[in-house]
T-cell receptor, first 114, second 111 residues
Framework: DTGVSQDPRHKITKRGQNVTFRCDPI?????LYWYRQTLGQGPEFLTY????????KSRLLSDRFSAERPKGSFSTLEIQRTEQGDSAMYLC????????????FGQGTRLTVV | TQLLEQSPQFLSIQEGENLTVYCNSS?????LQWYRQEPGEGPVLLVT?????EVKKLKRLTFQFGDARKDSSLHITAAQPGDTGLYLC???????????FGTGTRLKVLA
């Protein structure tokens, strides 16, 4: 296993379009996180899954955003009716419930809304 | 609301110099991670500290967790151009699995 994988790496979309990002966590990691990072800032928490259950959501996650982890493995993050303010790096991370508390990040998906 | 503030925000130094980056909060964290991030890439985990007063070393990098688990520092000895990047601290609190990230310190080491 080579780590957390995100697809696509880059996405350019027109305002108003829907986009979907995928995250494949490290095998057997039951925790999965989505974060958003804008230029010059640290990552901001969006949502957290433990296995297939979405246990925590940030207020940043408006009703245009939806995340799923249907089988407790990969996850998707969909943004509907994109706005220019959605332009950011979307980061996925995974970790284990037991043992250490570390989170390992993927390379991110850079979204540009034009 | 838990907040982590990092200082300095920007640091430009010459190769061979030493530096310290600080990560401070008014909240207690059960663990604290330090990451390094390069442009266009995701953060890469450097270290995790969990015990108050804990010190960990990673080659030329020394990480310390404050006794009260509210703050942390990263010290780099004899900085090299390869150390250039965005350094982020992230705190994990008890009762929640999410990590709160600091504002970041952008380091540039000049050859």
């Amino acid at each position: 296993d080579t780590g957390v994988s995100q697809d696509p790496r880059h996405k350019i979309t027109k305002r108003g379009q829907n986009v979907t990002f995928r995250c494949d966590p490290i095998s057997e990691h039951n925790r999965l996180y989505w974060y958003r990072q804008t230029l010059g800032q640290g990552p901001e928490f969006l949502t957290y899954f433990q296995n297939e259950a979405q246990l925590e959501k940030s207020r940043l996650l408006s009703d245009r955003f939806s995340a799923e982890r249907p089988k407790g493995s990969f996850s998707t993050l969909e943004i509907q009716r994109t706005e220019q303010g959605d332009s950011a790096m979307y980061l996925c991370a995974s970790g284990q419930i037991r043992g250490n508390t570390e989170a390992f990040f993927g390379q991110g998906t850079r979204l540009t809304v034009v | 609301t838990q907040l982590l503030e990092q200082s300095p925000q920007f640091l430009s130094i010459q190769e061979g110099e030493n530096l310290t980056v600080y990560c401070n909060s008014s909240s207690v964290f059960s663990s604290l991670q330090w990451y390094r991030q390069e442009p266009g890439e995701g953060p890469v985990l450097l270290v995790t500290v969990v015990t108050g007063g804990e010190v960990k070393k990673l080659k030329r990098l020394t990480f310390q967790f404050g006794d009260a688990r509210k703050d942390s520092s990263l010290h780099i000895t004899a900085a090299q151009p390869g150390d250039t990047g965005l350094y982020l601290c992230a705190g994990g609190g008890s009762g929640t699995y999410k990590y709160i990230f600091g504002t970041g310190t952008r380091l540039k080491v000049l050859a």
